[in-house]
């Protein structure tokens, strides 16, 4: 029996759980037909029950037995979850002034060991470029640099993550070897660049240059086949889902329609729209730069 351990949140943009295993945990349910499964990533063929083994006494359900420690089971598997580090905005919100984004001081590499890498669909097929990282390539801020790009600042902080995975579960808890092991160690990103190199940057405070370890492959998919983001451009449902909620924002959510004509006022301009995820994202980048922003009439 499978138990899911969870050890919290490693950062403000990353978390990480635990697969942990007993023989003395038995299945909640009494057989394999009425239990749910979840597949398990490529090298691990066994599948997971997830169905809860313990009750709200935490005693295991028909057995009487108090909750085994974690020292007493053996771990299986880990999964670490984040988001890319600090990026570019994603357009140009004409209402505003444009600040400078110098291009040589926004955008490279950090002077930090890094790891090289190939990429692949979860297949092993080559996958080419997704549709927006050409979009993305085409709005060019003043100072040249592109929208949705990982900035210098965001690769050293996956970096910086990287040296804290590194510690804990190489140095203090030897869960893995120092060097890439791609028997150990699987990489899933999405297609685009900043999320590609967030991995990449990651891998490098893990694992340094890598020179002895094995090839790096970081696993992509197609636009049609995304599932890590709320893909609006191939799930009808969902873009239907999202069409219908924004038009009842105002009405469910108690206080948003004030908060909204007090941001207006305040920046001269709607915001809470459909778009304001990108209105938003121009107004925090910059101002993580140190940028200013101009108040509205």
């Not at 398990?40 to 009750?55: S, V, Y």
């Not at 297949?123 to 979009?135: I, K, R, T």
């Not at 995975?165 to 190489?170: E, V």
Request: charge should be positive; aromatic fraction near 10%.
């Amino acid at each position: 029996m499978w138990k899911w351990k969870s050890i919290g949140a490693l950062g403000t943009f990353a978390g990480s759980t635990y697969f942990v295993a007993d023989s003395r945990l038995v299945h909640a349910k009494s057989s394999p037909e009425q239990a749910d499964y979840i597949s398990m990533p490529p090298g691990m063929t066994t599948r997971t029950h997830l169905q809860p083994a313990f009750d709200t006494h935490g005693a295991i359900r028909g057995e009487g037995m108090a909750r085994p420690e974690l020292a007493e089971m053996q771990l299986r598997h880990v999964q670490v979850f984040f988001r890319h580090g600090a990026r570019t905005p994603l357009r140009i919100l004409t209402w505003m002034d444009q600040p400078e984004w110098p291009k040589d001081k926004i955008l490279g590499d950090p002077p930090l060991p890094a790891v090289t890498y190939t990429t692949t669909d979860v297949h092993g097929q080559l996958v080419p470029s997704g549709p927006y990282e050409a979009m993305y390539q085409k709005i060019i801020f003043k100072g040249g640099t592109p929208a949705g790009q990982l900035t210098k600042t965001g690769k050293e902080q996956v970096y910086e993550l990287g040296r804290r995975i590194r510690g804990d579960y190489i140095e203090k808890r030897h869960l893995i070897a120092p060097t890439f092991n791609a028997s150990e160690v699987y990489v899933r990103s999405t297609n685009m660049m900043r999320t590609i190199e967030s991995a990449r940057w990651l891998l490098s405070g893990i694992f340094g240059h890598n020179k002895r370890g094995d090839k790096i492959i970081i696993h992509t998919e197609p636009a049609e086949r995304e599932i890590l983001y709320p893909n609006h451009s191939f799930c009808r449902q969902l873009k239907l889902f999202n069409k219908k909620l924004f038009k009842e924002l105002d009405a469910s959510i108690p206080g948003l329609r004030e908060d909204r004509a007090q941001l207006q006022r305040l920046l001269g301009t709607p915001l809470l729209t459909q778009h304001s995820s990108a209105r938003l994202s121009f107004l925090v980048c910059p101002l993580h730069f140190s940028f200013r922003i101009q108040r509205g009439g």
